[in-house]
């Protein structure tokens, strides 16, 4: 079953989860749960795949900081959109 979300709400989902304001669970939840929208369920299995596509530097964090960017940029393009 898929969600209905906009862009503007998975901006924010990531602009949260690059601030550290969210909750773990809500980056897990968007991770989890499928997007109706094609375009944004893209960005949500870009996202998921982040820590294989962008493997961390360092123990206990997601992704590397270019991972880190896309997700700024990926945030910032939805915002624009």
């Not at 989860?17 to 897990?28: C, P, Q, S």
Request: net charge negative; glycine share 4%.
């Amino acid at each position: 079953m898929a969600i209905n979300r906009t862009a503007a709400e998975v901006a924010s989902i990531i602009e949260r989860f690059i601030d550290g304001a969210g909750a773990k669970r809500d980056w897990d939840d968007f991770c989890s749960i499928p997007i109706s929208d094609p375009m944004l369920e893209s960005v949500r299995s870009i996202c998921t795949n982040l820590p294989f596509t962008h493997p961390p530097s360092e123990k206990g964090h997601f992704c590397s900081e270019a991972g880190l960017l896309l997700l700024r940029d990926t945030a910032q393009s939805l915002r624009r959109e």
